[in-house]
């Protein structure tokens, strides 16, 4: 016997013949895993259910015949190898089992060293069949790493690994997509912070980053795992919102963002207290399309910041006088 099957390979013998599928199990069990059933029929039914490397099947049998098997075969079992055996000896009918699927050919009556060797033949070529989907899966695997890693810092952004604006606009206009086929509503808020750049001019950028990172953390807080959070421009953020019944909701993740804001940002052993304006849009209330909600939102966010600015100019005045 060939040292094949010392890994103990598995294999189903077919065979409406029971003298012949007796012998074959026999010979073949000293160094396999061997299965026998007698049609074509029995033999897919069993492969629905378990698992062989290697199928040694007759062709002339009753009912379906082995030519007609290994189709199906292929589609039950696509990494199971097939060698025929056949009582007819001609080239034609080799040729013929060969284009319909099986590896190898076996003519009766037959020497069971001849089996042993077309089996471990098949065995092998089933190894090569495996490393070689394995090495495909690899690279596959490998290609998407990849890719994944090239793609990253365009759709992401570097500080704070948040989407960027690219990124942002795409789910939107992918959220859109299905906001009107279900007719249900979405959110834009933009969100700026307030005084952020003397911030990083008094601290240094190392610590705006740093605050940046924090202010992203919380802020995914105040949304559903199903939203998005992104950071735009230097100071400013933006949420898309998905699960929005009413004006309500907007309201409510409103104080959401206020109440993560209280607590106060330690930098360099330093509290820094912030205050952010907020932009909000609703669809389709203010818009129906991606470029009209973000502009609505932007243009929200700029007369928020900009009463922000004289309020507090006002304080001062009030202050000094």
């Known amino acids: 016997m060939s040292e094949t099957g010392r890994d103990q ?24 895993q061997c299965a026998a059933v007698n049609s074509a029929e029995d033999a897919l039914m069993r492969l629905a259910t378990d ?32 060698v025929m055996i056949s009582g007819r000896q001609t080239i034609e009918y080799a040729i013929e089992a060969m284009r319909a699927g099986a590896f190898d050919y076996v003519t009766k009556p037959f020497d069971l060293r001849e089996v042993d060797a077309a089996v471990s033949r098949a065995l092998n070529h089933h190894k090569l069949l495996a490393a070689r989907q394995r090495y495909q899966s690899s690279l596959e695997d490998l290609v998407k790493h990849r890719r994944a890693e090239v793609e990253h810092p365009e759709y ?18 992918q959220s859109l997509v299905l906001a009107k086929d279900a ?19 008094k601290l240094g950028h190392s610590a705006g980053d740093s605050l940046l990172k924090d202010l992203a953390g919380r802020l995914k807080q105040c949304v559903n795992e199903s939203d998005t959070v992104a950071r735009f421009d230097e100071d400013e953020f933006a ?60 243009t929200a966010l700029y007369r928020a910041r900009t009463h922000r600015l004289l309020i507090s100019r006002l304080s001062e005045t009030t202050a000094h006088n």
Not at 54 to 77: C, F, N, Q, W, Y
Not at 156 to 173: A, G
Not at 265 to 278: K, P, T, Y
């Open 51 to 82: 698992t062989f490397e290697l199928i040694i099947s007759d062709i002339t049998m009753e009912r379906m015949s082995g030519l007609e098997m290994v189709p199906l075969i292929h589609k039950v079992a696509p990494r199971a190898v097939i």
């Open 183 to 201: 007719q249900q509503m979405r959110g834009i808020f933009f969100l700026a912070v307030d005084g952020f750049k003397e911030i990083n001019e």
């Open 239 to 298: 949420l898309l919102l998905t699960r929005v019944t009413a004006t309500q909701d907007l309201a409510d993740v409103s104080r959401s963002i206020n109440e993560v804001l209280k607590p106060s940002f330690v930098l360099d052993g330093q509290e820094i207290c912030l205050s952010a304006s907020l932009g909000i849009s609703l669809f389709p209330c203010d818009g129906e399309d991606p470029g009209t909600l973000l502009h609505n939102a932007e």
């Open 156 to 173: 992401y952004d570097t500080v704070t690994d948040l989407p960027n604006r690219l990124l942002f606009e795409h789910r939107v206009r």
């Open 9 to 32: 390979a598995r294999l189903l013998i077919i065979d409406d013949d029971p003298e012949i599928r007796n012998v074959l199990h026999e010979f073949l069990s000293q160094s396999y």
